[in-house]
């Protein structure tokens, strides 16, 4: 509530603090983190787990990838998916660890690449989630060449699979795309 992004990771990161830091505090930094798409600061916290020998959750690999293709270094996102399998083979491929693949290729104007990792995700055993849709579609409303035509194949892709959002989700979709001048959609076109 009080406390920033920042100020929750110096704290979780130092080492005097280490008796009384559980997990739950690092868990916190971790989502205050992966909200604010900071790469950097979820790779050291990794690897600061991984120095005092605690156990990495699957969650933290899906900010670090995510939050690595968002920048632009997609081969690397998907190496740290690849070392995720490697190291922890009881851990599942989950949709989430794509978002930022998703969303980096959709702000390009590159649809046709963003929709391979849908490929990409069932070779490893995940399903096309709500989440890739809205990271695609935010994206894409970012992109100042995007049309209509291609919002509407995605919302039909969305309904062949039987993918909705939820109201608060399909708000922000529809807020983005009428930023980017498309004012035709409701945010009932992208939930049921």
């Given at each position: 509530?009080?406390?920033?992004?920042?100020?929750?990771?110096?704290?979780?990161?130092?080492?005097?603090?280490?008796?009384?830091?559980?997990?739950?505090?690092?868990?916190?930094?971790?989502?205050?983190?992966?909200?604010?798409?900071?790469y950097n600061e979820v790779k050291y916290l990794i690897r600061y787990l991984k120095k005092w020998q605690l156990s990495v959750?699957?969650?933290?690999?899906?900010?670090?990838?995510?939050?690595?293709?968002?920048?632009?270094t997609v081969q690397r996102a998907l190496a740290y998916i690849s070392n995720m399998q490697k190291e922890h083979p009881d851990y599942p491929v989950t949709a989430d660890m794509y978002d930022g693949h998703f969303a980096f290729w959709s702000s390009k104007g590159k649809l046709g690449k963003a929709k391979r990792y849908f490929e990409e995700m069932k070779k490893k055993g995940a399903s096309p989630a709500a989440s890739n849709y809205f990271e695609m579609l935010v994206g894409y409303s970012k992109f100042p060449k995007a049309n209509k035509d291609e919002i509407d194949i995605i919302r039909k892709e969305m309904e062949e699979a039987n993918i909705s959002f939820t109201p608060e989700h399909a708000q922000m979709v529809v807020e983005?795309?009428?930023?980017?001048?498309?004012?035709?959609?409701?945010a009932s076109d992208f939930s049921q």
């Open positions: 509530p009080g406390v920033t992004t920042d100020q929750l990771y110096e704290t979780v990161m130092s080492k005097r603090h280490l008796r009384y830091i559980k997990k739950p505090h690092f868990d916190l930094a971790l989502q205050a983190l992966w909200r604010d798409h900071r959750p699957q969650e933290y690999y899906a900010a670090l990838s995510s939050n690595c293709a968002r920048l632009g983005a795309l009428t930023l980017a001048g498309f004012t035709d959609f409701s």
